[in-house]
C-alpha cells in the first residue's frame, strides 16, 4: 500500500477522481502478501512518468482497497509531496480520535473527532425468517430488516481537498437550524462529515498540523505519547476540552443513530436520517431532518441519476409525493473512475414522526433506463432540550 500523498497543487480537474483499479497490475508483482507498507512517486516535470520509488515492509493493508489520487493533467513543475505513511487497517475495534485518514472512496485527507455507534439496517442481508419476502412497490415495512451496530466517525475535511472533492460529496452538507426566527434558516459547518469505519485508510504523520481546517487547532492538539516508540500507531493528536464539551452539548442533533441500505441492478443507496429540531411556524410546529445519501455503483457498466421519485408520509396521515430531475441540481455520472455520489437534503413535516421511501431512476450508456430503490427510513423527532423548542447551535460552547 503506498504512502499517503497529495499534490502541491492540485488541477480542479482532476483531485476527487480515485483511481480504483489503476497501478494495481504493477502493485501486484510486488505484493505477494497482497500488502504494502509504503509506496512513493516521482516523474519527470518533461514527459510526466510515474516510476516506482521505494517499497517498505508489509502491512495488513490489501490491494484490492487502494484507492490513488489521480495524477492527470498536473500543472508542469509541480510534484507529488508525501504526508504521511499508511498504517494497518483495524479489523475489530475503532479508531481513536485524531487518527489521520484517507478517504478510501472520495480521496480526501481527515481527522477523526469521535465515533459514533448506528444501527445499520442493510436490505442486501437476507432475513432468516422465510415468510419476509421484498416487495416490488417498495413501501415501507415491505421487508422486515434487522440491525446491526455499525461504527461510523466524525470528522474533519481538509480544507485544502474541499474543492477537489465537491462535485461528488457535499463538504458543506452537515446543517442545522439557525437561532432567530426564521423557520427555513438553515446554516452549515463546512468540511464536516460522517465516516463509515470500512471508508477509513488509516495514515500518519510527523507533521503537526496534517490537517488545515478552522477548527482543528480549537478541537486537537499534539501531544505524542512516551510510549509512541512502542505503539506508532498511536495517534499523537488528543482531544481538547473544547471538543469534549462540543461534542456533549451538541449531541442531540450531531447523532447518527440508524443507517439504512439497499442495492438495486449494482448501485447501492445508503440513506442516514438527522433529526435537526422543531420550530414554531404560523401557531403549528414543524420538525425538521436532515438525510445524507450516498449512491455506489458497484458494476462495471456506467449510469447516469436522472430523475428522483419520493413519497413522504406523516404521522398527521398525508402522503406526499415529489418528482423532479436529478438531484440538488446535479445528475452524476456513476462509473468505474468515480462510482459515488453522496449529498445531503432536508424535509420538514407537522408531525413528530413520519416516513420515507422512493426510487431513482438511472440510464445506462445504452440508453435505457431503469429504476433502483431508496431503502424506507423512519423520521423520529427527539426530546428538544433549548426552551424555544429547536436545539442550539454548534458554536454554542466555543464561545
Aim: glycine share 6%; proline share 7%.
Amino acid at each position: 500500500m503506498p504512502c499517503a500523498w497529495t499534490e502541491s497543487v492540485l488541477n480542479s480537474k482532476m483531485a476527487a477522481c480515485v483511481l480504483r483499479r489503476g497501478l494495481l497490475s504493477a502493485l501486484n508483482k510486488y505484493n505477494k502478501s497482497n500488502s504494502l507498507r509504503a509506496l512513493s512517486f516521482e516523474y519527470s516535470d518533461r514527459h510526466d512518468i510515474h516510476r516506482l520509488r521505494s517499497l517498505c515492509a508489509v502491512c495488513s493493508l490489501k490491494t484490492q482497497h487502494s484507492r490513488f489520487l489521480s495524477s492527470r493533467n498536473r500543472p508542469e513543475g509541480k510534484v507529488l509531496e508525501t504526508v504521511g505513511v499508511f498504517e494497518s487497517l483495524k479489523q475489530h475495534g475503532k479508531y481513536e480520535t485524531g487518527q489521520l485518514f484517507l478517504h478510501s472512496v472520495f480521496g480526501y485527507r481527515g481527522i477523526v473527532l469521535f465515533p459514533w455507534h448506528a444501527r445499520l439496517y442493510d436490505r442486501d442481508v437476507t432475513p432468516p425468517a422465510p415468510e419476509s419476502k421484498p416487495d416490488s412497490s417498495g413501501s415501507p415495512g415491505s421487508k422486515e430488516v434487522k440491525g446491526k451496530t455499525h461504527t461510523y466517525y466524525q470528522v474533519l475535511i481538509d480544507t485544502r481537498d474541499c474543492p477537489h472533492i465537491s462535485q461528488r460529496s457535499q463538504t458543506e452538507a452537515v446543517t442545522f437550524l439557525a437561532n432567530h426566527d426564521d423557520s427555513r434558516a438553515l446554516y452549515a459547518i463546512p468540511g464536516l462529515d460522517y465516516v463509515s469505519h470500512e471508508d477509513i485508510l488509516p495514515y500518519n504523520s510527523s507533521d503537526q498540523i496534517p490537517i488545515q481546517h478552522e477548527l482543528f487547532e480549537r478541537f486537537l492538539q499534539y501531544s505524542p505519547s512516551k510510549d509512541s516508540s512502542s505503539c506508532p500507531e498511536t495517534p499523537p493528536f488528543t482531544a481538547r476540552d473544547t471538543l469534549r464539551a462540543w461534542q456533549e452539548k451538541n449531541h442531540p442533533w450531531l447523532e447518527l443513530s440508524d443507517v439504512h441500505r439497499e442495492t438495486t441492478e449494482n448501485i447501492r443507496v445508503t440513506v442516514i436520517p438527522f433529526y435537526m429540531g422543531m420550530r414554531e411556524a404560523q401557531n403549528s410546529h414543524v420538525y425538521w431532518w436532515r438525510y445524507c445519501i450516498r449512491l455506489e455503483n458497484l458494476g462495471e457498466e456506467v449510469a447516469q441519476l436522472r430523475e428522483r421519485h419520493w413519497r413522504i408520509f406523516s404521522l398527521s396521515g398525508t402522503l406526499e409525493t415529489v418528482r423532479g430531475r436529478g438531484v440538488v441540481g446535479r445528475e452524476p455520472v456513476l462509473s468505474k473512475e468515480q462510482p459515488a455520489f453522496q449529498y445531503s437534503s432536508h424535509v420538514s413535516l407537522q408531525a413528530p414522526s413520519g416516513h420515507m421511501w422512493g426510487s431513482y431512476r438511472l440510464e445506462r450508456a445504452s440508453g435505457t433506463f431503469f429504476d433502483i430503490r431508496i431503502p424506507p427510513f423512519s423520521l423520529e423527532s427527539k426530546k428538544d432540550d433549548s426552551p424555544n423548542g429547536f436545539l442550539p447551535g454548534p458554536f454554542a460552547s466555543l464561545v
